[in-house]
T-cell receptor, first 117, second 110 residues
């Protein structure tokens, strides 16, 4: 399958700092990328849909000014958690949407574990 | 009804057993469906796509019942390595925006 990378894989930071997470599609062009958050023992919750060259669409309850998304190219989307607080500690996963041969598949990055102290 | 509903389990089965999970969805307009597997502390990985009536890949069979709005995943001859959480994914009707079920936990024991 296609490959999506994420960087960093884990980060520990102090409360109040901003954290930037990169998501790259390595062998396909992802016009759409998705950002998810997963708390322990819970399902993936979609935070936002990121479309290349346009503003991200945020899910209800997700603060767009806190979770800044930039999708500047067909292979890179970034999520910045601004002024992170302990409640933002979570597993953040991105995925790239790949549409080929009239079939659609999402490929996930390995995730970023964020711990805010 | 929730958009996507799964029994969280856990399903605890011996090696070699056959186990089946169901996933119900609420939006009848949904066209494509997916099963993903997620290991502990890892990202989900695509297991199978279900586009029409069903799909089979080795020991895994996925089926779609549009009338009753559910998809199923059948695992035959379970292996210890099949232990994981199985996530059902249903795009929102009329779009490609995915909705994940909370997952079904499978534990295969010796």
């Amino acid at each position: 399958g296609a490959v999506v990378s994420q960087h960093p894989s884990w980060v520990i930071c102090k409360s109040g700092t901003s954290v930037k997470i990169e998501c790259r599609s390595l062998d396909f062009q992802a016009t759409t990328m998705f950002w998810y958050r997963q708390f322990p023992k819970q399902s993936l919750m979609l935070m936002a849909t990121s479309n290349e060259g346009s503003k991200a669409t945020y899910e209800q309850g997700v603060e767009k000014d806190k979770f800044l998304i930039n999708h500047a190219s067909l292979t890179l989307s970034t999520l910045t958690v601004t002024s992170a607080h302990p409640e933002d500690s979570s597993f953040y996963i991105c995925s790239g949407r790949n549409y080929r041969d009239q079939q659609e598949t999402q490929y996930f990055g390995p995730g970023t574990r964020l711990l805010v102290l | 009804r929730k958009e996507v509903e799964q029994d969280p389990g856990p399903f605890n089965v011996p090696e070699g057993a056959t186990v089946a999970f169901n996933c119900t969805y609420s939006n009848s307009a949904s066209q494509s469906f997916f099963w993903y597997r997620q290991d502990c502390r890892k990202e989900p990985k695509l297991l199978m796509s279900v586009y029409s009536s069903g799909n089979e890949d080795g020991r895994f069979t996925a089926q779609l019942n549009r009338a009753s709005q559910y998809i199923s995943l059948l695992i035959r001859d379970s292996k210890l390595s099949d232990s994981a959480t199985y996530l059902c994914v249903v795009p929102r009707g009329g779009s490609y925006i995915p909705t994940f079920g909370r997952g079904t936990s499978l534990i295969v024991h010796p």
